[in-house]
């Protein structure tokens, strides 16, 4: 019988190490990958179809290699601590780097050449449904090779950025501070438009800014928030709900007003009218956000380009150019 391999101690106290001469082979990174995303060591091993003490080990030599613990481990399982999480983000993003290494270099991303894989996008949901199915319909014409991936993240918290940092999208649709850094650091974010926030009220009615506040989730940030606490006119929201479609169907049924962006009134549902919040509206700029590693990929910088070339709808504008956000593509 074989023993247990002793357990190590909290996160707080690392392993020694770190043995900074030797470097994480990509099987180490695609165990450290299975680990975080299974929340367990068998689970792991039964994924990639190896034994779990294959797994413990590899995540024992990894911690010596990197000189900290990588996950708790304990009757909930295995999760990433802090360092974990980051151990694991680099672990995607260097794996996705490998994969276009091959067709980078053998010169198939050229600019006019034809480009094959899959491109992992991250949206939210009003760009994912307006915005990317032109941009993906041009892209899937000229490079019906290259398959894309799209999943929506609500912008709360990191938001589509958090997805493009921890190495799940390749690419991602986000909301920008104006001048500002990029909403996750160390990636390069660049403004694509700018829309307006306008007010969603039910058709026909004569006081639309006396109704009650039907508002969701999402709806808030600094490119908002000041102009919203001058309103004196702007209840407390009596409806909070996750979505804004759902939002919309509420005010449509007559069920109150919603202060919108112009990317989430397009195709509202009938019965809604859309009114203009004054000649100084509240507007957020809407951009992309991608790695440094990611943006000269030959995939990457098609889709830029399609993302680039896209007719804004009414009511978006072209963003202003940024001295603070450097350009990718």
């Known amino acids: 019988m074989i023993a247990p ?9 690392a392993p020694p190490g ?5 470097h994480l082979a990509p099987h180490e990174l695609r165990i450290l990958i299975a680990v975080e995303e ?4 068998t689970a792991a091993a039964a994924r990639l179809g190896t034994t779990q003490s294959a797994v413990s080990h590899a995540v024992r030599a990894c911690e010596r290699k990197l000189g900290t613990v ?3 481990r304990g009757r909930h399982g295995a999760r990433p601590t802090e360092g974990g999480a980051r151990a694991v983000a680099y672990a995607r993003r260097i794996l996705r780097l490998l994969d276009a290494m091959g067709p980078e270099v053998r010169g198939a991303g050229a600019a006019d050449g034809p480009l094959t894989g899959t491109l992992r996008i991250a949206a939210f949901r009003s760009a994912a449904a307006q915005l990317l199915p032109p941009v993906l319909a041009r892209l899937a014409e000229r490079h019906p090779g290259l398959g894309t991936r799209v999943r929506i993240v609500r912008e709360i918290g990191r ?3 958090g997805e493009v940092a921890d190495g799940r999208a390749d690419l991602g649709l986000a909301t920008l501070d104006a001048g500002g850094p990029p909403p996750v650091p160390g990636l390069v974010a660049v403004p694509l438009y700018e ?17 009650p506040l039907v508002d969701w989730d999402e709806n808030c940030g600094s490119y908002t928030r000041d102009w919203w606490q001058r309103q004196d006119w702007i209840p407390p929201a009596t409806v909070d709900v996750e979505d804004d479609t759902v939002a919309l169907s509420l005010v449509a049924q007559g069920l109150g007003m919603a202060i919108m962006p112009r990317t989430a009134l397009l195709g509202a549902p009938a019965g ?6 004054g000649p100084q509206p509240p507007s957020r700029s809407v951009g992309y956000v991608t790695t440094p590693e990611l943006a000269g990929t030959a995939a990457v910088r098609a889709l830029i380009r399609e993302l680039r070339e896209l007719p804004l709808p009414a009511g978006l504008s072209a963003a202003r150019p940024s001295t603070g956000q450097a350009p990718a593509a």
């Open 195 to 211: 829309e307006s926030y306008a007010l969603a009220h039910p058709q026909g009615h004569p006081a639309p800014r006396g109704l």
């Open 159 to 161: 938001g589509t950025a």
């Open 5 to 13: 391999a002793p357990r190590p101690g909290p996160a707080s106290a």
């Open 70 to 72: 990588l996950f708790d």
């Open 272 to 277: 809604l009218a859309v009114t203009d919040l």
């Open 18 to 22: 770190p043995d900074s001469g030797r």
């Open 38 to 41: 299974e929340q367990s060591f």
